[in-house]
């Protein structure tokens, strides 16, 4: 059984910065997408930053320079620094894994999703 746990949110001023981790088990982090989500209410999940195999990464354009995404195959662990944070950047952050997709930022391309882990930045 495939499991994601996030992990690393909290509440943080505007200029901070946070590390989100996402522990994955049962699957194996070699072939694969794997992506962070964010959405906040009455708005449609949102790619923020992916990593797929070879190592290829993929940001969106308000988050390039501010985030990094990587990951660590020994310990099954994906994370996500990010630094400067702004009030917009406020939401549930979601890890997600799949197989390799052309269109990492498509959250209808993943099966497996964590609980998710909320950020807040203040102004």
């Known amino acids: 059984q495939v499991q994601l746990v996030e992990s690393g949110g909290g509440s943080?001023?505007?200029?901070?910065?946070?590390?989100l981790s996402c522990v994955v088990s049962g699957y194996t982090l070699r072939t694969y997408c794997m992506t962070w989500f964010r959405q906040v209410p009455d708005r449609e999940r949102e790619g923020v930053a992916a990593?797929?195999?070879?190592?290829?990464?993929?940001?969106a354009d308000d988050v390039?320079?501010?985030?990094t995404i990587s990951r660590d195959n020994a310990n099954n662990t994906?994370?996500?620094?990010?630094d400067s944070l702004k009030p917009e950047d406020t939401a549930m952050y979601y890890c997600a894994a799949d197989s390799y997709t052309d269109l990492p930022f498509d959250f209808r391309d993943y099966r497996f999703w964590?609980?998710?882990?909320?950020?807040?930045?203040?102004?």
């Not at 390039?64 to 985030?67: C, H, Q, T, V």
């Open 64 to 67: 390039k320079g501010r985030f």
């Open 114 to 123: 964590g609980q998710g882990t909320q950020v807040t930045v203040s102004s």
């Open 12 to 19: 943080v001023q505007a200029g901070g910065s946070l590390r």
């Open 51 to 59: 990593i797929c195999t070879e190592a290829t990464t993929t940001y």
């Open 78 to 82: 994906l994370y996500l620094q990010m």
